[in-house]
């Protein structure tokens, strides 16, 4: 006999709530060798991130890759620490606390809103199951990653059905795929880029980089590759750029089968030898600041670039916190909210009233409730 997640009494009367879920990739806990390694180990044995065989996945994982790689990325997270820990967690708790208040404004009850990283913590159970003791009974799922990809939000879709599945009364769900081409979100970076040049002056040129991915996704149907692109084309043609004065690159790439292309740090050399002087960058694929735009970006290959010949790389932050962001998902999340009514008390009430009374009639007919 399978066993499902009891739903406690309780929740039969209480009111219907709707509650979100915002999820990002994770962090480790502390920037050591050991705390990175835990979160690598997780991370990396995720099927839908490295799609080799597992038993040939296991043998490089545990004989190579968690041998080496964590105390070099230790070393990395350790120059962007901060007194509150990671940038992405707590980039990520500021848009989590943001988008409760936005919502809250804007609606005539509390919406319960949880952060969740899919590796590390806070975890999605462990957030699920905040929102279950808050008796949200529908749920909308936002992965805080404006481009689809197999590797990040479908994980994030199949670790939360997983979870799910896994109740008695498995609660409503409304799950956001992607937000690439969303006219508040290209609004939003176009003016980050605007505002950021104002300030600090326009480079010769603007990078767009993504996080990469293997090629081979692309190849299997992964529509990554595709949103990143027209992403990119939608904020240079906001800003009225010439297509002389952009260009898109995929950085981070682990491995040494061929990733999505072309390859930052190679434009940034080519660039650097050719004379192109100051440059920007940004990261439109990350709606936080993390080690892949704060270290990687900004740090490595401002100096590769420099070393390359290349004058200074500036980079534009990721919106984070900013009010237009918050405002942005905010409208996301209430538009997918969209026909999901709004318990009111007087609902409740009829509510545990009925609840109250079927346990009754359940009692008398000799039902265990
Ligand atoms: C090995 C394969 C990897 C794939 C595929 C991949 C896809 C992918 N990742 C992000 C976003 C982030 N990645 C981050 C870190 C990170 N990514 C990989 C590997 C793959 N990513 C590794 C090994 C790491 C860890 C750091 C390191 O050791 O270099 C992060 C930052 C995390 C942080 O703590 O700051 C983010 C965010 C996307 C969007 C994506 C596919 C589209
Ligand atoms: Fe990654
Ligand atoms: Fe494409």
Redesign the pocket.
């Known amino acids: 006999m399978p066993r499902y997640l009891a739903t406690p009494a309780y929740a039969h009367g209480a009111p219907h709530r709707s509650g979100v879920l915002l999820v990002?990739?994770?962090?480790?806990d502390a920037p050591t060798t050991a705390a990175?390694r835990r979160y690598?180990r997780q991370?990396?044995s995720d099927p839908r991130?490295?799609e080799v065989p597992r038993a040939l996945w296991w043998l490089i994982l545990n004989g190579y890759i968690l041998r080496t790689?964590p105390a070099k990325?230790a070393a990395?997270?350790k120059k962007i620490w901060t007194d509150r820990g990671?940038?992405?967690l707590l980039h990520c708790q500021d848009i989590a606390a943001g988008v409760a208040e936005k919502l809250a404004g804007s609606l005539s009850q509390s919406v319960p809103v949880e952060l969740a990283m899919s590796y590390g913590e806070p975890s999605i159970a462990s957030a699920l199951k905040r929102l279950h003791e808050q008796h949200v009974r529908r749920i909308v799922v936002l992965p805080l990653?404006p481009?689809y990809?197999n590797?990040?939000t479908g994980s994030v879709f199949a670790d939360v059905s997983t979870l799910l599945s896994g109740r008695r009364w498995v609660p409503e769900l409304r799950f956001i795929n992607h937000y690439h081409d969303a006219t508040g979100y290209i609004t939003a970076l176009a003016d980050s880029i605007r505002d950021y040049r104002a300030r600090e002056g326009a480079g010769r040129h603007l990078l767009f980089s993504f996080?990469?991915?293997?090629q081979r996704m692309l190849l299997d149907g992964d529509p990554?590759h595709c949103q990143c692109q027209k992403t990119a084309r939608l904020v240079a043609s906001a800003l009225e750029l010439d297509d002389s004065e952009w260009t898109v690159g995929f950085q981070?790439r682990?491995?040494r089968e061929p990733w999505l292309q072309p390859y930052t740090d190679e434009l940034l050399r080519r660039w650097g030898k050719d004379g192109y002087g100051d440059i920007d960058v940004v990261c439109p694929?990350?709606s936080a600041d993390?080690?892949?735009t704060l270290e990687e970006i900004s740090l490595q290959n401002a100096e590769l670039y420099a070393a390359a010949g290349g004058g200074q790389l500036r980079y534009i932050p990721a919106l984070n916190a900013r009010d237009d962001h918050i405002a942005f998902l905010s409208e996301l999340l209430l538009n997918t909210m969209g026909g999901w009514p709004e318990a009111s008390s007087a609902d409740a009430a009829t509510l545990a009233n009925d609840h109250e009374k079927s346990r009754t009639r359940a009692r008398a007919m000799g039902a265990k409730t």
């Open positions: 990002n990739l994770g962090t480790p990175v690598l991370f990396l991130v490295v790689r990325s990395a997270y990671s940038p992405l990653y481009q990809s590797t990040t996080h990469g991915l293997p990554y981070s682990v491995g694929g990350f993390c080690l892949e």
